[in-house]
């Protein structure tokens, strides 16, 4: 799935900077890792709700490990140097209780943040999950992650107070893109649909043909 280029995306950020964005893929772990050791501590505590250090073996294998349907994440890379470490990730795990739920995070590199990476990387997961039969998103946000609730809330997030310190939003994700509010994060969100569902037509075409072969 790496090299096919049918899977990636690349797009521009606000200020025209250049982005690739695939599918995440076990080879990534390396690359995840690196990404994280250069995470600020607020960054980290921000995704991760507290201080990591590290990422362990066990939780690369996790995130990087997936099923690209119940389990989907992105990640965003240099197109001109694609082996380099990841610039963000976004993903999202359905709720094994409630299959119309996913728990979605976004995680950016200090280096990309404010450039509307992270509204990119959100919107590739809505698209993804919007084909699986997820109608919700719910994301655990810090109290002082103004970016993020400002995108969440752009889309029509509903935003409660969980406990002290950490916001509860849950975001309805449309079958229709274009029902999406009219505003500028659910523009980017309409016209990254247009971009992703090809490529992840494919993307899931190759995982099931991979499991029949295994099988």
Known sequence: MRDDPALAVELELRDGTP?????????????????????????????FGSPIRDLSATQLRYLTEIDYVHHMAWI?????????TSLGVARYVQLPDDPEVAEAAVVVADTHQGRGLGTILLGMLGVAASTTGIRKFRAYVVTDNRPMLEILRDLGGHVELEEP??????????????????????????????RVLPPLAVLRRTVVAGRLRSG
């Not at 390396?30 to 960054?43: C, T, Y």
């Open 19 to 47: 982005v690739l964005i695939r599918p995440i893929v076990p080879e990534d772990k390396e690359r995840l890792r690196r990404g994280f050791r250069r995470l600020s501590a607020q960054s980290k505590l921000r995704r």
């Open 76 to 84: 965003a890379l240099d197109p001109d140097n694609p082996e380099s």
């Open 165 to 194: 310190g950490l916001y509860r939003v849950d975001l309805q994700i449309p079958v229709d893109p274009e029902d999406l509010p009219d505003t500028p994060t659910g523009r980017v969100f309409k016209a990254l649909a247009k």
